[in-house]
Protein backbone atom coordinates (compact mmCIF):
# COMPACT_ATOMS: atom_id res chain seq x y z
CA UNK A 1 0.00 0.00 0.00
CA UNK A 2 1.21 3.32 -0.72
CA UNK A 3 4.51 2.12 -2.95
CA UNK A 4 4.68 1.05 -6.74
CA UNK A 5 2.61 -1.98 -7.99
CA UNK A 6 5.03 -4.53 -9.22
CA UNK A 7 3.63 -6.99 -11.97
CA UNK A 8 5.10 -10.65 -13.30
CA UNK A 9 7.29 -10.10 -16.42
CA UNK A 10 5.31 -13.37 -17.87
CA UNK A 11 2.35 -11.26 -18.35
CA UNK A 12 4.04 -8.77 -20.23
CA UNK A 13 3.31 -10.16 -23.46
CA UNK A 14 -0.58 -10.56 -23.22
CA UNK A 15 -0.67 -7.12 -22.21
CA UNK A 16 -2.23 -4.06 -24.67
CA UNK A 17 0.43 -1.05 -22.83
CA UNK A 18 1.64 -0.52 -19.30
CA UNK A 19 0.01 2.23 -17.36
CA UNK A 20 0.28 4.34 -13.89
CA UNK A 21 -3.05 5.76 -13.89
CA UNK A 22 -6.17 3.46 -13.16
CA UNK A 23 -5.84 0.15 -10.79
CA UNK A 24 -8.73 -2.55 -11.03
CA UNK A 25 -8.67 -5.41 -8.97
CA UNK A 26 -11.71 -6.99 -10.50
CA UNK A 27 -12.12 -10.17 -7.96
CA UNK A 28 -11.83 -8.02 -4.68
CA UNK A 29 -13.86 -5.01 -6.44
CA UNK A 30 -11.30 -2.39 -5.70
CA UNK A 31 -10.73 0.82 -8.29
CA UNK A 32 -7.82 3.32 -7.48
CA UNK A 33 -6.94 6.42 -9.63
CA UNK A 34 -2.98 7.38 -9.14
CA UNK A 35 -3.27 4.91 -6.04
CA UNK A 36 -6.60 6.53 -4.48
CA UNK A 37 -9.27 4.61 -3.72
CA UNK A 38 -12.68 5.78 -5.95
CA UNK A 39 -14.51 5.95 -2.57
CA UNK A 40 -12.03 8.46 -1.04
CA UNK A 41 -12.06 10.72 -3.77
CA UNK A 42 -16.03 10.21 -4.59
CA UNK A 43 -16.77 11.65 -1.22
CA UNK A 44 -14.08 14.67 -0.55
CA UNK A 45 -12.93 15.49 -4.10
CA UNK A 46 -14.25 17.31 -7.24
CA UNK A 47 -14.49 16.62 -11.42
CA UNK A 48 -11.89 19.12 -12.15
CA UNK A 49 -9.46 18.09 -8.97
CA UNK A 50 -9.68 14.82 -10.39
CA UNK A 51 -9.04 15.05 -13.57
CA UNK A 52 -5.86 17.41 -12.74
CA UNK A 53 -4.69 14.34 -10.55
CA UNK A 54 -5.26 11.33 -13.88
CA UNK A 55 -3.33 13.75 -16.38
CA UNK A 56 -0.72 14.62 -13.76
CA UNK A 57 -0.12 11.80 -11.24
CA UNK A 58 -0.60 14.00 -8.11
CA UNK A 59 -3.48 15.47 -6.55
CA UNK A 60 -2.95 19.58 -6.83
CA UNK A 61 -2.48 21.95 -4.32
CA UNK A 62 -4.56 25.25 -3.98
CA UNK A 63 -2.49 27.19 -6.34
CA UNK A 64 -1.77 24.41 -8.84
CA UNK A 65 -5.80 23.67 -8.52
CA UNK A 66 -7.08 27.20 -8.90
CA UNK A 67 -4.60 27.64 -12.28
CA UNK A 68 -6.25 24.46 -13.78
CA UNK A 69 -9.88 25.45 -12.71
CA UNK A 70 -9.42 28.87 -14.05
CA UNK A 71 -7.77 27.37 -17.18
CA UNK A 72 -10.23 24.88 -17.88
CA UNK A 73 -13.42 27.59 -17.50
CA UNK A 74 -10.87 30.12 -20.03
CA UNK A 75 -11.84 27.46 -22.49
CA UNK A 76 -15.44 26.39 -22.71
CA UNK A 77 -16.49 28.47 -25.52
CA UNK A 78 -17.04 27.17 -28.98
CA UNK A 79 -16.14 28.28 -32.34
CA UNK A 80 -19.41 29.85 -33.93
CA UNK A 81 -18.75 28.11 -36.52
CA UNK A 82 -18.75 24.73 -35.01
CA UNK A 83 -22.25 25.86 -32.89
CA UNK A 84 -23.41 26.08 -36.67
CA UNK A 85 -21.91 22.86 -37.67
CA UNK A 86 -24.16 21.34 -34.69
CA UNK A 87 -26.84 23.33 -35.90
CA UNK A 88 -26.81 21.69 -39.33
CA UNK A 89 -27.80 17.96 -37.40
CA UNK A 90 -31.33 16.88 -38.00
CA UNK A 91 -34.10 17.61 -35.22
CA UNK A 92 -33.97 13.94 -33.99
CA UNK A 93 -30.20 13.09 -33.87
CA UNK A 94 -28.95 10.72 -31.44
CA UNK A 95 -26.47 13.52 -29.43
CA UNK A 96 -24.12 10.57 -28.58
CA UNK A 97 -23.76 10.93 -32.85
CA UNK A 98 -23.48 14.92 -32.90
CA UNK A 99 -20.94 14.66 -30.08
CA UNK A 100 -18.40 11.94 -31.74
CA UNK A 101 -18.70 14.35 -34.93
CA UNK A 102 -18.67 17.63 -33.15
CA UNK A 103 -15.30 16.00 -31.27
CA UNK A 104 -13.77 14.97 -34.48
CA UNK A 105 -14.70 18.29 -36.26
CA UNK A 106 -12.75 20.24 -33.59
CA UNK A 107 -9.38 18.82 -35.06
CA UNK A 108 -10.00 20.76 -37.74
CA UNK A 109 -10.21 24.26 -35.72
CA UNK A 110 -7.01 23.33 -34.21
CA UNK A 111 -3.80 22.70 -36.75
CA UNK A 112 -1.30 22.81 -33.58
CA UNK A 113 -3.85 19.75 -32.61
CA UNK A 114 -1.35 17.97 -34.64
CA UNK A 115 2.08 18.90 -32.77
CA UNK A 116 0.74 15.95 -30.53
CA UNK A 117 5.34 15.83 -29.52
CA UNK A 118 4.71 19.08 -28.49
CA UNK A 119 3.62 18.98 -24.44
CA UNK A 120 2.56 22.46 -24.87
CA UNK A 121 0.72 22.16 -27.41
CA UNK A 122 -0.64 18.59 -26.00
CA UNK A 123 -2.08 20.32 -22.94
CA UNK A 124 -3.72 22.97 -24.76
CA UNK A 125 -5.95 20.67 -26.45
CA UNK A 126 -6.43 18.48 -23.37
CA UNK A 127 -7.58 21.71 -21.91
CA UNK A 128 -10.06 22.67 -24.40
CA UNK A 129 -11.39 19.35 -24.85
CA UNK A 130 -11.82 18.39 -21.19
CA UNK A 131 -13.46 22.55 -20.77
CA UNK A 132 -15.74 21.94 -23.89
CA UNK A 133 -16.89 18.63 -23.64
CA UNK A 134 -19.98 19.98 -21.39
CA UNK A 135 -20.56 22.73 -23.91
CA UNK A 136 -21.01 20.47 -26.41
CA UNK A 137 -22.89 17.99 -24.48
CA UNK A 138 -25.42 20.81 -23.61
CA UNK A 139 -25.69 22.62 -27.05
CA UNK A 140 -26.73 18.60 -28.38
CA UNK A 141 -29.40 18.45 -25.77
CA UNK A 142 -30.72 21.71 -26.72
CA UNK A 143 -30.95 20.92 -29.99
CA UNK A 144 -32.86 17.56 -29.03
CA UNK A 145 -35.42 19.92 -27.58
CA UNK A 146 -35.34 22.29 -30.15
CA UNK A 147 -34.61 25.17 -27.80
CA UNK A 148 -31.73 27.72 -27.79
CA UNK A 149 -28.91 26.89 -27.19
CA UNK A 150 -27.30 28.22 -23.63
CA UNK A 151 -23.74 29.72 -23.73
CA UNK A 152 -21.45 28.96 -20.94
CA UNK A 153 -21.53 31.35 -17.65
CA UNK A 154 -18.27 31.15 -16.44
CA UNK A 155 -18.75 32.32 -13.12
CA UNK A 156 -20.29 29.25 -12.14
CA UNK A 157 -17.84 25.77 -11.38
CA UNK A 158 -17.60 23.26 -14.01
CA UNK A 159 -20.59 21.00 -12.94
CA UNK A 160 -23.45 23.99 -12.47
CA UNK A 161 -22.00 25.41 -15.56
CA UNK A 162 -22.92 22.23 -17.58
CA UNK A 163 -26.52 21.86 -15.62
CA UNK A 164 -27.09 25.79 -16.31
CA UNK A 165 -26.08 25.28 -20.20
CA UNK A 166 -29.20 22.53 -20.17
CA UNK A 167 -31.96 23.46 -18.14
CA UNK A 168 -31.68 27.16 -17.87
CA UNK A 169 -34.99 28.33 -19.37
CA UNK A 170 -34.57 32.30 -19.18
CA UNK A 171 -32.46 35.47 -18.16
CA UNK A 172 -32.77 34.69 -14.67
CA UNK A 173 -29.14 32.99 -13.06
CA UNK A 174 -29.71 29.31 -12.99
CA UNK A 175 -29.26 28.22 -9.41
CA UNK A 176 -29.03 24.19 -9.58
CA UNK A 177 -29.82 22.53 -6.13
CA UNK A 178 -26.56 21.91 -4.21
CA UNK A 179 -27.10 18.39 -3.70
CA UNK A 180 -28.14 18.12 -7.58
CA UNK A 181 -24.59 19.77 -8.38
CA UNK A 182 -22.66 17.11 -5.67
CA UNK A 183 -24.53 13.87 -7.58
CA UNK A 184 -23.34 14.74 -10.77
CA UNK A 185 -19.65 15.99 -9.57
CA UNK A 186 -19.87 12.48 -7.47
CA UNK A 187 -20.97 10.75 -11.28
CA UNK A 188 -18.17 12.80 -13.21
CA UNK A 189 -15.75 11.43 -10.67
CA UNK A 190 -17.08 7.44 -10.78
CA UNK A 191 -16.93 7.66 -14.37
CA UNK A 192 -13.26 9.72 -14.85
CA UNK A 193 -11.36 6.71 -15.97
CA UNK A 194 -11.61 2.89 -15.82
CA UNK A 195 -8.44 1.33 -16.85
CA UNK A 196 -8.16 -0.02 -20.91
CA UNK A 197 -11.69 -0.46 -21.43
CA UNK A 198 -13.38 -0.74 -25.05
CA UNK A 199 -13.24 2.90 -25.49
CA UNK A 200 -10.26 4.00 -23.93
CA UNK A 201 -8.32 1.25 -25.65
CA UNK A 202 -9.92 3.00 -29.21
CA UNK A 203 -8.41 6.50 -28.09
CA UNK A 204 -4.90 4.36 -27.48
CA UNK A 205 -4.88 2.69 -30.83
CA UNK A 206 -6.06 5.40 -33.09
CA UNK A 207 -3.88 8.08 -31.20
CA UNK A 208 -0.86 5.27 -31.44
CA UNK A 209 -0.90 6.63 -34.94
CA UNK A 210 -0.21 10.13 -33.72
CA UNK A 211 -2.73 11.97 -35.04
CA UNK A 212 -4.48 14.62 -33.35
CA UNK A 213 -6.44 14.24 -29.84
CA UNK A 214 -9.68 15.32 -30.83
CA UNK A 215 -9.99 12.66 -33.67
CA UNK A 216 -8.54 10.17 -31.05
CA UNK A 217 -11.52 10.91 -28.62
CA UNK A 218 -13.99 11.21 -31.81
CA UNK A 219 -13.04 7.24 -31.88
CA UNK A 220 -13.33 6.99 -27.92
CA UNK A 221 -16.68 8.57 -28.23
CA UNK A 222 -17.68 6.23 -30.96
CA UNK A 223 -16.64 3.05 -29.08
CA UNK A 224 -18.82 4.58 -26.13
CA UNK A 225 -21.65 5.25 -28.02
CA UNK A 226 -21.96 0.91 -28.36
CA UNK A 227 -25.03 -0.73 -26.05
CA UNK A 228 -22.50 -2.70 -24.47
CA UNK A 229 -20.47 -0.45 -22.89
CA UNK A 230 -21.21 3.11 -22.32
CA UNK A 231 -24.45 2.88 -23.79
CA UNK A 232 -25.66 0.13 -21.77
CA UNK A 233 -27.27 3.21 -19.21
CA UNK A 234 -29.38 4.14 -21.63
CA UNK A 235 -30.74 0.10 -22.02
CA UNK A 236 -30.88 -0.39 -18.23
CA UNK A 237 -33.93 2.05 -18.61
CA UNK A 238 -35.69 0.30 -21.27
CA UNK A 239 -35.25 -2.58 -19.91
CA UNK A 240 -36.82 -1.83 -16.46
CA UNK A 241 -39.61 -0.20 -18.53
CA UNK A 242 -40.05 -3.38 -20.34
CA UNK A 243 -40.09 -5.20 -17.14
CA UNK A 244 -42.96 -2.81 -16.41
CA UNK A 245 -43.83 -4.08 -12.40
CA UNK A 246 -42.03 -6.27 -9.87
CA UNK A 247 -44.02 -9.05 -10.55
CA UNK A 248 -42.83 -9.66 -13.82
CA UNK A 249 -39.54 -10.04 -13.08
CA UNK A 250 -39.28 -13.35 -12.81
CA UNK A 251 -40.28 -14.31 -16.63
CA UNK A 252 -37.84 -11.33 -17.48
CA UNK A 253 -34.94 -13.68 -15.84
CA UNK A 254 -36.32 -16.72 -17.20
CA UNK A 255 -35.65 -14.75 -20.14
CA UNK A 256 -32.64 -13.99 -19.47
CA UNK A 257 -31.80 -17.47 -18.54
CA UNK A 258 -32.77 -19.40 -21.93
CA UNK A 259 -30.58 -16.34 -23.74
CA UNK A 260 -33.08 -14.13 -24.76
CA UNK A 261 -32.43 -11.24 -22.58
CA UNK A 262 -29.13 -9.33 -21.50
CA UNK A 263 -29.74 -8.29 -17.87
CA UNK A 264 -28.00 -4.60 -19.11
CA UNK A 265 -25.85 -3.00 -16.21
CA UNK A 266 -25.29 -6.38 -14.99
CA UNK A 267 -21.63 -8.07 -15.60
CA UNK A 268 -18.47 -6.71 -16.39
CA UNK A 269 -14.81 -7.85 -18.36
CA UNK A 270 -12.92 -7.15 -15.08
CA UNK A 271 -15.09 -7.02 -12.10
CA UNK A 272 -16.36 -10.62 -11.05
CA UNK A 273 -17.10 -8.86 -7.59
CA UNK A 274 -19.45 -5.67 -7.21
CA UNK A 275 -18.47 -3.00 -9.54
CA UNK A 276 -17.65 -0.07 -6.45
CA UNK A 277 -18.78 2.40 -8.52
CA UNK A 278 -22.38 0.47 -8.34
CA UNK A 279 -22.47 0.84 -4.86
CA UNK A 280 -21.69 4.60 -4.67
CA UNK A 281 -23.97 5.83 -7.43
CA UNK A 282 -26.97 3.56 -5.17
CA UNK A 283 -25.77 5.61 -2.24
CA UNK A 284 -26.40 9.36 -4.90
CA UNK A 285 -29.74 8.04 -5.86
CA UNK A 286 -30.93 8.70 -2.09
CA UNK A 287 -29.15 12.58 -2.28
CA UNK A 288 -30.83 13.10 -5.63
CA UNK A 289 -34.11 11.52 -5.52
CA UNK A 290 -34.69 13.63 -1.80
CA UNK A 291 -34.99 16.64 -4.52
CA UNK A 292 -36.39 14.91 -7.44
CA UNK A 293 -38.72 12.54 -5.98
CA UNK A 294 -38.20 8.71 -6.20
CA UNK A 295 -37.49 7.33 -9.75
CA UNK A 296 -40.49 4.48 -10.21
CA UNK A 297 -38.20 2.22 -11.72
CA UNK A 298 -35.91 1.93 -8.23
CA UNK A 299 -38.38 -0.02 -6.81
CA UNK A 300 -38.01 -2.88 -9.96
CA UNK A 301 -34.33 -2.16 -10.24
CA UNK A 302 -33.32 -2.80 -6.49
CA UNK A 303 -35.80 -5.91 -7.09
CA UNK A 304 -33.93 -7.11 -10.28
CA UNK A 305 -30.49 -6.96 -8.46
CA UNK A 306 -31.63 -8.68 -5.42
CA UNK A 307 -32.63 -11.77 -6.98
CA UNK A 308 -29.97 -11.74 -9.08
CA UNK A 309 -27.74 -12.03 -6.59
CA UNK A 310 -29.61 -14.73 -4.99
CA UNK A 311 -29.58 -16.72 -8.32
CA UNK A 312 -27.52 -19.46 -9.66
CA UNK A 313 -27.57 -18.36 -13.07
CA UNK A 314 -25.55 -15.15 -12.36
CA UNK A 315 -23.85 -16.41 -8.89
CA UNK A 316 -22.11 -18.69 -11.29
CA UNK A 317 -21.34 -16.42 -13.88
CA UNK A 318 -19.94 -14.18 -11.39
CA UNK A 319 -22.51 -11.53 -12.20
CA UNK A 320 -23.19 -8.57 -10.39
CA UNK A 321 -24.37 -4.75 -10.87
CA UNK A 322 -21.70 -2.48 -13.03
CA UNK A 323 -21.69 1.21 -13.38
CA UNK A 324 -24.55 1.23 -15.53
CA UNK A 325 -27.08 -0.67 -13.01
CA UNK A 326 -28.42 2.41 -11.51
CA UNK A 327 -26.74 5.72 -13.16
CA UNK A 328 -29.35 5.83 -15.72
CA UNK A 329 -32.47 6.25 -12.99
CA UNK A 330 -30.51 9.06 -11.82
CA UNK A 331 -29.49 10.80 -14.81
CA UNK A 332 -33.47 10.40 -15.54
CA UNK A 333 -34.99 12.20 -12.21
CA UNK A 334 -32.53 14.62 -12.97
CA UNK A 335 -34.88 15.60 -16.31
CA UNK A 336 -32.24 14.21 -19.05
CA UNK A 337 -33.59 12.08 -22.16
CA UNK A 338 -32.46 8.64 -22.08
CA UNK A 339 -30.35 9.08 -25.17
CA UNK A 340 -28.23 12.08 -22.92
CA UNK A 341 -27.16 9.27 -20.19
CA UNK A 342 -24.27 8.30 -22.69
CA UNK A 343 -23.28 11.76 -23.33
CA UNK A 344 -22.92 12.43 -19.37
CA UNK A 345 -20.27 8.92 -19.10
CA UNK A 346 -18.57 10.42 -22.02
CA UNK A 347 -17.90 14.12 -20.69
CA UNK A 348 -16.37 12.67 -17.52
CA UNK A 349 -14.47 9.75 -19.42
CA UNK A 350 -12.95 12.80 -21.33
CA UNK A 351 -10.33 13.04 -18.81
CA UNK A 352 -9.53 9.48 -18.19
CA UNK A 353 -9.16 8.99 -21.99
CA UNK A 354 -6.80 12.13 -22.53
CA UNK A 355 -4.62 10.95 -19.50
CA UNK A 356 -4.29 7.76 -20.97
CA UNK A 357 -3.69 8.94 -24.33
CA UNK A 358 -0.72 11.71 -22.84
CA UNK A 359 0.87 8.68 -21.28
CA UNK A 360 1.13 6.77 -24.48
CA UNK A 361 2.31 9.41 -26.74
CA UNK A 362 5.10 10.36 -23.83
CA UNK A 363 5.69 6.46 -23.57
CA UNK A 364 9.53 6.29 -25.77
CA UNK A 365 8.79 2.16 -25.91
CA UNK A 366 5.49 2.81 -27.13
CA UNK A 367 5.04 1.97 -31.20
CA UNK A 368 2.09 2.26 -33.33
CA UNK A 369 -0.94 -0.50 -32.10
CA UNK A 370 -0.54 -3.31 -34.45
CA UNK A 371 -2.58 -6.39 -32.67
CA UNK A 372 -1.75 -9.95 -33.29
CA UNK A 373 -4.17 -12.38 -35.13
CA UNK A 374 -4.50 -16.21 -35.21
CA UNK A 375 -5.03 -17.06 -38.83
CA UNK A 376 -7.78 -19.29 -39.50
CA UNK A 377 -7.86 -19.09 -43.38
CA UNK A 378 -7.10 -20.67 -46.89
CA UNK A 379 -2.91 -20.85 -47.16
CA UNK A 380 -1.23 -20.44 -50.44
CA UNK A 381 -3.66 -21.89 -53.49
CA UNK A 382 -4.14 -21.31 -57.50
CA UNK A 383 -6.85 -19.06 -58.79
CA UNK A 384 -9.20 -20.48 -60.56
CA UNK A 385 -10.57 -18.89 -63.86
CA UNK A 386 -14.25 -18.08 -63.62
CA UNK A 387 -15.19 -20.65 -66.61
CA UNK A 388 -14.62 -23.30 -63.92
CA UNK A 389 -16.09 -22.43 -60.78
C1 LIG B 1 -19.00 -0.59 -19.05
O1 LIG B 1 -14.44 -2.30 -19.51
C2 LIG B 1 -14.89 -1.40 -18.71
O2 LIG B 1 -14.29 -1.02 -17.72
C3 LIG B 1 -16.21 -0.82 -19.13
C4 LIG B 1 -16.81 0.15 -18.11
C5 LIG B 1 -16.00 1.41 -18.06
O3 LIG B 1 -16.06 2.11 -17.04
O4 LIG B 1 -15.38 1.77 -19.11
O5 LIG B 1 -16.83 -0.45 -16.82
C6 LIG B 1 -18.22 0.55 -18.51
O6 LIG B 1 -18.96 -0.81 -20.23
C7 LIG B 1 -19.76 -1.48 -18.08
C8 LIG B 1 -20.48 -2.66 -18.79
C9 LIG B 1 -21.81 -2.11 -19.34
N1 LIG B 1 -22.45 -3.12 -20.19
C10 LIG B 1 -23.56 -3.77 -19.79
O7 LIG B 1 -24.07 -3.66 -18.67
C11 LIG B 1 -24.16 -4.67 -20.87
C12 LIG B 1 -24.56 -5.98 -20.21
N2 LIG B 1 -23.32 -6.66 -19.82
C13 LIG B 1 -22.83 -7.64 -20.73
O8 LIG B 1 -23.10 -7.50 -22.08
C14 LIG B 1 -21.49 -8.21 -20.35
O9 LIG B 1 -21.49 -8.45 -19.01
C15 LIG B 1 -20.23 -7.44 -20.72
C16 LIG B 1 -20.21 -7.07 -22.15
C17 LIG B 1 -20.11 -6.23 -19.88
C18 LIG B 1 -19.10 -8.39 -20.44
O10 LIG B 1 -19.28 -9.43 -21.35
P1 LIG B 1 -18.43 -10.76 -21.26
O11 LIG B 1 -16.99 -10.44 -21.04
O12 LIG B 1 -18.79 -11.65 -22.39
O13 LIG B 1 -18.97 -11.39 -19.92
P2 LIG B 1 -18.46 -12.72 -19.42
O14 LIG B 1 -17.42 -13.36 -20.28
O15 LIG B 1 -18.10 -12.48 -17.99
O16 LIG B 1 -19.79 -13.66 -19.52
C19 LIG B 1 -19.81 -14.82 -18.79
C20 LIG B 1 -21.19 -15.41 -18.98
C21 LIG B 1 -21.60 -15.63 -20.43
O17 LIG B 1 -22.55 -16.68 -20.41
P3 LIG B 1 -22.08 -18.18 -20.85
O18 LIG B 1 -21.53 -18.06 -22.26
O19 LIG B 1 -20.99 -18.57 -19.84
O20 LIG B 1 -23.30 -19.05 -20.75
O21 LIG B 1 -22.19 -14.51 -18.45
C22 LIG B 1 -23.08 -14.14 -19.48
C23 LIG B 1 -22.35 -14.36 -20.78
O22 LIG B 1 -23.30 -14.59 -21.82
N3 LIG B 1 -23.39 -12.71 -19.28
C24 LIG B 1 -24.62 -12.23 -19.14
C25 LIG B 1 -24.46 -10.86 -18.93
N4 LIG B 1 -23.16 -10.56 -18.95
C26 LIG B 1 -22.51 -11.72 -19.18
N5 LIG B 1 -25.85 -12.85 -19.17
C27 LIG B 1 -26.90 -12.03 -18.98
N6 LIG B 1 -26.83 -10.70 -18.76
C28 LIG B 1 -25.63 -10.09 -18.74
N7 LIG B 1 -25.56 -8.78 -18.55
Redesign the pocket.
Known amino acids: PGGLATYDPGFVNTASCRSAITF ?1 DGDEGILEYRGYPIEQLAEHSTYLEVAYLLLNGELPDREQLDDWVHEVTYHTFLHENLKQFIQGFRYDAHPMGMLMASVSALSTFYPDARDVLDADARKLQITRMIAKMPTLGAFAFRHGMGRPYVYPDNDLSYTENFLAMLFKMSERKYNADPRLVKALEVLFIL ?1 AD ?7 NAVRSVGSSQVDPYSAVGAGIGA ?1 YG ?4 G ?1 NE ?2 LRMLREVKTVDRIPEFIDG ?1 KN ?1 K ?12 NY ?1 P ?1 AKIIKKACDDVFEVTGVNPLLEIAMELEKIALEDE ?2 VK ?3 YP ?4 YSGLIYEALGFSPEMFTVL ?1 AIP ?1 TSGWLAQWEELITDKEQKIARPKQIYTGYRTRDFVPLDQR
Open positions: IHHEQNCSTLPLHGAAVVGEKLMGFGHRVYKDRYFRRLNVDFFR
